[in-house]
């Protein structure tokens, strides 16, 4: 048997050949073969087809490799696929090869595979199989083995001597889920494990949290335990255990589980204190009022620990259960020795429930806004070194949005460092386009000019692959304008809008300008983190250019006049000769903003094999000129290509434009979990007019569903209150009418509006409320917004009347929006 026989057979892909041609080797024709086969296989891994022959090369090494240390990697590397139609089966033919062999090194090799078996996704069955088939008594316990066994079936044939994973199924992240997926697991696991082994671990597992799926496996697999009451007495501090930060509905079987031994007669006291302290703690109202009604039930026979338990929520953020407590508490005090420790917890309670105990509120100290700073832009990058360095972190495993401060020190440093020495910064750069050559990949959009998509992000790579490219003279014109009409057309495909088109198109003339026309500096770089361009700084660079000869490039010039601050006047630049200075002045002279206007559009989904017809209405904005057509932007922009959060910095005196343009993709991201960063906040740092446009994303920005993309909103609101530039009854009218419609949910709005109004904004959220609220009266969860006005009339005092809530106060019922009505109408006065 010659190598090249066995490479024509891997070659060929024919494998039940290669296998029965590898079968009756000796042991000494193996050892050279294994030579050749690793030599043959590095080459080929080298190469460009390194893909092919995969199961071929599993079989061959399965064959001849010597040793488990060389084996192990091979056929980890070399993934069988298990194809159920196909008529060889090729993790069939490893095995039969392995145990033909009779290798007393096998047990070593199911060590190693197990090791190395993936975890997030279970797509190793060939591994699996082979581990299997020669682990005998002895099965591995990696996270990776039993979540493939787990998963790939392995309650059809569970073999007794692999009752010894059982503790460890229970302990590898991930089998929940396969719990909550395959009940045959749920049942054999009842039938054969130890039941104290098995309650003992699902309780850890509930104790320990995880992903909702995870948890609901465990949860299903307690309840096919029919924990009797003896078992639940036994753990019953595993159950308080689980009641602080646990999932809602782990911490509701804890509840419920304690509350049956209760009525039993044996829970103590002191754990049923403490069971409600942890409770007390938590945000889901339903968990907190069914544990106040629970405690409630002890009251009249040990008073003293019931009201002292109770007056833990006094602390809880919501009036509404604080009212609860306080009327439980107040129903009992007299009966308790020492009302004090009682009454110290009062003070945390508002003014009108406080009264009603007897007790008064210590009021805290109001918060006020530190005032508004303008924050500077950075220093510019200094060599070419730091320039390399900050292009390299745009890329690898933990490259991000890139933030406008970042792509615009590297632009400016990347222009004056070309002029400077384009030699120097082509050697700095060579690794970087070596490790990712597809920077200077530009041909798809030459050789699939059809369907190839200009955006910023294209073109800013276009800039470092430019970087250092050697100047050249342009082509004919007539090349010229063709290339120009064919890159137009590839932009707008990329439908990324007005300013994603403007970004688009400045940093297309940086990186034509590079080869072209190259320039010493850019004119257009901010001054400040907002992107505002002093113009005085401006004017200095302006006459810097003039007296060295030379006109900046006209987008740049453009984008800087974009840059300046409202208050700028064409006076500014008086000094400036020659045609610069003259379109500075006129385009000063001629500045106006777009026309933003609150409209309503729809959208209808057609109907498919999947779903109904569907048809949705939302409210966005038009500007014109600039953007006519929001709709078409309805789910969003592209998460990289457009780079909006460079939008702000780009237009940084209009922001209310820029506003426009960021409301469709703000309105789907009350849907869509993803994280632009905090566009928000840099508008409300920017400059120009406020108006619908921006009223309309601060309200969707509120109502996201990303927690971190709220709390930018919050920064937003904050930094305009500071800059006293936040009308809060224009946006209330916009939140209210948001809120009405049902395209925000109040349960995301609420805390927002409270952390404003506690860090320094009270007066702003009690207009929005003001303006809000008369369209929110029949909404069923309009007493958590009510509550938060009554936290601001008491703190306010501000006098007048709503709209409407009288008649709230006055309907019969003690439901929790007429509860909280009446509270502000005795805030209000």
């Known amino acids: 048997m010659t190598f090249d026989h066995i490479r024509a057979l891997i070659e060929a892909d024919l494998h039940g050949a290669l296998a029965r041609a590898l079968e009756p080797l000796s042991p000494q024709e193996r050892k050279g073969l294994a030579k050749e086969l690793v030599a043959y296989e590095k080459q080929h891994r080298a190469g460009d087809n ?22 192990a990697p091979w056929l980890i590397r070399y993934q069988i696929w298990y194809h159920r139609t196909s008529p060889e089966d090729g993790i069939a033919l490893v095995i ?14 199911v060590t190693r595979l197990a090791a190395k078996m993936p975890t997030r996704e279970t797509r190793r069955q060939d591994l699996l199989r082979v581990i299997v088939a020669f682990c005998g008594d002895n099965p591995p316990d990696t996270d990776g083995f039993l979540l493939h066994f787990m998963e790939r079936g392995g309650h059809v044939n569970f073999p007794p001597a692999f009752e010894v994973l059982i503790p460890r199924m229970l302990e590898v992240v991930g089998s929940g889920v396969i719990f909550a997926n395959v009940r045959e697991w749920r049942l054999l696991l009842r039938d054969r494990a130890d039941r104290t082994v098995l309650l003992d671990g699902c309780l850890a597992r509930l104790q320990q949290g995880g992903g909702a799926r995870e948890m609901e496996g465990f949860l299903a697999l307690h309840e096919v335990l029919q924990v009797t009451m003896d078992e639940m007495a036994d753990h019953a501090r595993d159950y308080v255990a689980m009641l602080p930060d646990s999932r809602s509905t782990v911490a509701t079987l804890a509840q419920n589980q304690l509350k049956r031994l209760d009525e039993a007669g044996k829970l103590d006291l002191d754990l049923l204190c403490d069971a409600s302290r942890w409770v007390f703690g938590r945000t889901e109202k339903k968990l907190i009022r069914a544990q106040l009604t629970w405690l ?21 953020e919501s009036d509404d259960l604080r009212g609860q407590a306080v009327k439980l508490v107040a129903k009992h005090l007299t009966k308790i020795s020492d009302p004090a420790e009682v009454l110290a917890l009062a003070e945390q309670l508002p003014a009108d429930l406080a009264a009603q105990l007897g007790a008064t509120t210590t009021r805290d100290d109001a918060v006020t806004l530190a005032p508004f700073v303008s924050r500077p832009w950075p220093e510019p990058i200094a060599t070419i070194d730091e320039l390399t360095r900050e292009v390299r972190s745009l890329f690898g495993r933990n490259s991000a949005h890139i933030e406008a401060v970042t792509a ?60 250092s490219a050697r100047p050249r003279v342009t082509g004919p014109v007539g090349s010229v304008l063709e290339s120009a009409r064919t890159w137009l057309k590839q932009l707008k495909r990329a439908e990324a ?82 045609n610069v200075g003259r379109l500075l002045r006129e385009w000063l002279q001629d500045r106006t903003d777009p026309v933003v206007t609150l409209v309503e559009r729809t959208r209808t989904t057609p109907e498919s094999f999947y779903q109904a017809s569907t048809t949705e209405h939302r409210l966005l904005v038009t500007a014109t000129p600039g953007l006519l057509e929001p709709e078409h932007l309805w789910h969003g922009h592209d998460e990289w290509g457009a780079m909006i959060e460079w939008w702000p910095a780009v237009l940084p005196a209009q922001r209310e434009v820029v506003a426009a343009h960021f409301v469709p993709h703000l309105a789907h991201r009350r849907d869509s979990k993803g994280s632009d960063g905090p566009l928000l906040p840099m508008l409300a740092e920017a400059d120009g007019p406020i108006g619908v446009g921006m009223d309309l994303a601060l309200a969707y920005g509120l109502g996201a569903e990303l927690t971190v993309n709220r709390a ?40 927002g509006l409270r952390d404003v109004a506690r860090s320094g904004a009270p007066r702003q959220i009690w207009d929005l409320l003001v303006a809000a609220l008369p369209r929110l009266w029949t909404h069923n969860r309009v007493a958590d917004l009510i509550e938060l006005a009554v936290e601001l009339a008491q703190q306010l005092k501000p006098g007048g009347d709503i709209d409407g809530l009288a008649g709230v106060a006055a309907r019969k019922g003690s439901s929790k929006a007429v509860v909280q009505a009446k509270r502000l109408v005795a805030a209000v006065g």
Request: proline share 6%.
């Open 408 to 467: 615009e020190r590297i632009i400016e440093a990347i222009v004056r460092f070309a002029w400077q020495d384009r030699e120097a910064i082509a050697k700095a750069f060579q690794p970087i386009y070596d490790k990712y050559p597809w920077i200077l990949n530009r041909g798809a959009y030459k050789y699939y000019s059809e369907h190839a998509q200009r955006d910023a992000r294209s073109e800013f790579m276009a800039i470092i692959a430019n970087a």
């Open 296 to 316: 409630g039930k002890h009251a009249r026979t040990n008073p003293g620990e019931v009201v002292l338990t109770a007056a833990e929520l006094f602390a809880h």
């Open 50 to 71: 390194s893909w092919h022959h995969r199961e071929a090369l599993a079989i061959a090494g399965a064959g001849l490799l010597p040793n488990a240390s060389t084996l």
């Open 497 to 578: 809008g007005s300013v994603g088109e403007q970004l688009a198109k400045r940093l297309h003339e940086i990186t034509k300008g590079l080869v072209g026309s190259p320039r010493p500096a850019l004119v257009s770089t901010p001054t400040e983190l907002s992107g505002l361009l002093d113009p005085v700084v401006l004017l200095e660079r302006l006459a810097k250019a003039d007296a060295d000869g030379w006109e900046p490039w006209p987008r740049d010039l453009k984008q800087a006049y974009h840059r300046l601050p409202r208050d700028v006047t064409p006076e500014a630049f008086a000094s400036l000769k020659g």
């Open 712 to 751: 930018h909103a919050v920064d937003a609101l904050l930094t305009l209150a500071a800059r006293d530039q936040l009308d809060g009854k224009a946006l209330g009218v916009v939140v209210g009418l948001l809120l009405s419609r049902g395209e925000l949910a109040l349960n995301r709005i609420v805390p």
């Open 96 to 109: 039969g090869l392995l145990r033909h062999r009779d290798l007393p090194w096998l047990p070593d090799l």
